[in-house]
């Protein structure tokens, strides 16, 4: 099997192409991976694919990526943030929280949770300890807790 490069910049534009006047069109997403496009490829400070069809609050586009290997805890947004964690960020649909969970997105020792508090996003509270079985109890065990941390007590 003859293995192509695929750049960056073909991603970005296939992305670009998923759209709601396209009809969430992903056939250029079928030909990156018809030339063994690397669907977990990171790009480098942003993640990957996944994350950023996340943050772009493109349920179609994380649907299609998850059923075709995408992988929600491969990745980091900014070295620090998971696709349930950009989720968060970015107040993205419950669908997509959804979707990233039956994918088996980490909750635990993770910041979405806490993320979610901090926005005050009830409903994403809600959701994550009802379909994630999340818990308010645990405290995530990554960088950005940390760095919080060191920031209210300097």
């Given amino acids: 099997m003859t293995s192509f490069t695929v750049e960056d910049d073909e991603v970005y534009a296939a992305m670009d192409a998923c759209n709601e006047q396209s009809n969430w069109d992903t056939s250029t997403f079928d030909q990156l991976l018809e030339r063994n496009w690397d669907i977990n490829s990171n790009f480098d400070y942003v993640g990957d694919a996944l994350i950023l069809a ?37 107040n993205a649909q419950l669908e997509i929280f959804s979707a990233l969970l039956d994918h088996g997105a980490v909750v635990q020792d993770r910041s979405a949770m806490l993320i979610g508090a901090r926005k005050g996003l009830v409903h994403v509270l809600e959701h994550l300890l009802r379909v994630g079985n999340a818990s308010v109890d645990a405290v995530p065990d990554n960088p950005d807790v940390y760095d919080r941390g060191r920031q209210q007590v300097d």
């Fill in 54 to 90: 996340v943050g772009r609050n493109n349920l179609p586009l994380v649907e299609y990526l998850l059923d075709h290997g995408a992988d929600s805890n491969f990745n980091l947004y900014g070295e620090v943030d998971s696709a349930l964690e950009r989720a968060a960020k970015t």
